[in-house]
């Protein structure tokens, strides 16, 4: 047998041996099934390439983002400029690589702000239950009662527009349905054996939350948090349209697009090119969201 | 999903005070956190210290801040959203003036979205797999990518620059300003009522384009959650019942399958309609229409904090109402839920 075979084998068996074969091989499994979603496929390659697009931005840049050419301003996509200048002769192509880099670091910061919050506010609601729960998801309701854009401008109006105003902003109105759902998802587990076997053996609260509650909560919330990013970017870029997220000189997709705007009708590609970026990483998360709730999450189709 | 949200119309009578609490609360300390000082906003920094202080006494900025609060959440109640800077107006007058254009823009985008989404979805859903469905699928994948200031842009080009189908941006052209008198507050309706004919027809190719850009991401909405509940539905036995029974198609699909999703469809038609109030902000920036949204994203930028949080609170309440109305709907209607 090649070494491939084998491992494939050690992968799909019935029997694993150890708790590492059997949690290697339903991962396998997964993967086998996600990759014959065709649509999915392409999600998690165009998140992929904005991750590695964000890390080597330097690297494919053919100008610096910064640097202003008046003499060339506003110039038609051509060979030195792939995708045309903006109304100071920056070239589009390196600013929109190096918008990556703020865009998928507004999309990292929120998830990481908002993700264990949800988790643990949702965890330890679920499994208490009772009045900690109820005043926990009260406080959950009437977060999930404000519209979220709306929110958002008001705070960062409040915090002075900026790109940690922004991320704070967006966080503050995205983590309750991460609460909602870590709790339904506990609430299912709470009474099951393996927790009980826990606390008979005499595992304290905390310790049963983190070890054995929160790691099964994890494949839905990894679902979540992946459907999530494209609402992040377009709120992200929606609030840099406004003025209100990062701020020039700083290439932000958003922020393109509004300066941008004033030459929309006869320099189409100042405002279109970061649109069509805004779409293209919005639409990847989507597919990407998609294919793995049909894997890790079946029954919320 | 979302109308589930509470577990009882019980559920709701607590939740409703403690939300519009919650909801004044973050206005408030909005409000206070602001590196404005509200002071120099009404004085100007320019003023001596002793007319400063006079008006910090007036305002009640000395006061402990529970106290604030209290005071803050009597004069809303009484309809004090205090003044604009910007406007010089009253704020809930301003909201009253520029409200009923939000309201205008989002109601026939809903109407439109329905109008196209709930066919698209129910026909998507009895062709599964057909090439119709996939047309019908992706359109509401763009839907949900595409930022809606992208797509309102592209069509400001596309059917006003380069075809010139429609008017450009603004609710009406200036020729036609104060011809109708506002009686319903909607231009189309009150110049129908006033037989204005040709104001009507600018107002509308004013609306056709904001309307129709808020119109599509209803309509990939509403279209993706009809398409679901009817797949749902037509997998049952009571539609392989009706067909063996020799029973017409278009009955089996409208009046057994659809009749019961009609009621979960309510509720994402009412969620759909809050969430275009809110894409009206976006919306009416780039088609400068003078609603709600624009004035407060003008507001914002001139830092006019009182109409700020007097147009948050009322999208809020709104917002909210059209929550508590979706739920209420779903318990009248569904005899499951009651």
């Known amino acids: 047998m090649s070494r491939t075979a084998e491992l494939r084998s050690w992968l799909i068996t019935d029997t694993p041996a150890s708790r590492a074969q059997a949690r290697w091989g339903r991962m396998y499994l997964s993967w086998l099934a996600f990759r014959r979603n065709p649509l999915a496929f392409g999600g998690l390659i165009v998140a992929l390439a904005f991750a590695v697009i964000a890390v080597i931005a330097p690297w494919l840049a053919t100008h610096d983002p910064a640097a202003q050419n008046l003499a060339g301003r506003l110039a038609a996509p051509n060979a030195a400029n792939w995708l045309g200048t903006d109304e100071l002769g920056r070239d589009i192509y390196s600013r929109l690589l190096y918008g990556t880099r703020i865009t998928l670091g507004m999309v990292v910061m929120v998830v990481v702000l908002v993700a264990p919050v949800g988790l643990i506010v949702g965890a330890t609601a679920g499994y208490l239950g009772g009045w900690p729960d109820r005043i926990l998801m009260r406080i959950t309701d009437i977060f999930m009662a404000f519209p979220r854009l709306i929110l958002a401008l008001a705070f960062v109006a409040a915090l002075k527009p900026g790109l940690t105003n922004a991320v704070i902003a967006i966080a503050l109105t995205a983590w309750p349905p991460y609460a909602r759902l870590a709790r339904a998802e506990t609430i299912t587990i709470r009474n099951t054996d393996f927790v009980a076997a826990a606390r008979i053996q005499g595992a304290s609260t905390p310790r049963i939350l983190v070890r054995q509650i929160m790691p099964l909560c994890l494949s839905s919330l990894i679902v979540r948090v992946t459907l999530d990013m494209s609402s992040i970017i377009l709120t992200a870029a929606g609030l840099g349209f406004l003025g209100l997220g990062a701020q020039p000189p700083s290439p932000e997709w958003g922020s393109m697009i509004a300066t941008g705007r004033r030459f929309i009708l006869e320099q189409w590609w100042v405002a279109t090119m970061p649109g069509l970026a805004i779409f293209i990483a919005s639409l990847g998360f989507n597919l990407l969201g998609d294919g793995l709730r049909d894997v890790l999450d079946p029954k919320q189709r | ?338």
């Open chain 2, 1 to 338: 999903m979302k109308s589930s949200r509470f577990a009882s119309l019980g559920g709701w009578l607590v939740t409703l005070p403690l939300t519009i609490f919650g909801l004044l609360l973050v206005t408030f300390l909005i409000g206070r956190v602001m590196p404005i000082d509200p002071v120099i906003a009404i004085v100007g920094d320019r003023a001596p210290v002793d007319v400063y202080e006079r008006v910090r006494l007036e305002l009640g900025l000395d006061r402990p801040l529970y106290e604030q609060f209290w005071r803050y959440c009597v004069a809303i109640f009484h309809g004090d959203f205090g003044r604009s800077v910007m406007t010089s107006r009253p704020v809930l007058q301003d909201i009253g003036r520029f409200f009923p254009a939000t309201l205008e823009l989002a109601t026939l985008a809903t109407i439109l979205g329905v109008a196209f989404g709930v066919p698209m979805g129910v026909f998507a859903a009895v062709r599964q797999d057909s090439w119709a469905d996939y047309v019908i699928r992706v359109l509401g994948l763009i839907g949900h990518s595409v930022p809606v200031f992208v797509l309102g842009l592209i069509g400001l080009v596309v059917f006003y620059a380069k075809l010139n189908w429609v008017a450009g941006s603004g609710r009406i052209n200036v020729a036609f300003d104060d011809i109708v008198d506002p009686i319903t507050g909607s231009l189309l309706i009150d110049a129908a009522i006033q037989g204005e004919w040709e104001v009507f027809r600018n107002a509308v190719s004013h609306i056709v384009l904001p309307a129709g850009v808020l119109a599509y991401f209803s309509l990939a909405y509403i279209a993706r959650m009809t398409r679901a509940f009817m797949l749902e539905q037509l997998r049952q036995e009571y539609v392989t019942t009706a067909r063996v029974k020799g029973m017409s198609e278009r009955r089996v699909i409208w009046r057994h399958a659809f009749s019961n999703i009609s009621v979960p469809l309510i509720t994402v038609i009412a969620l759909s309609y809050a969430n275009l109030l809110e894409g009206s902000v976006l919306t009416e920036t780039i088609f400068a229409w003078p609603g709600l949204g624009q004035y407060l994203t003008v507001s914002l930028l001139n830092a006019d904090m009182n109409a700020v949080l007097g147009a948050t609170l009322v999208v809020g309440a709104v917002y909210l109402g059209l929550n508590l109305l979706s739920d209420l709907l779903y318990r009248i209607f569904d005899p499951r839920a009651r």
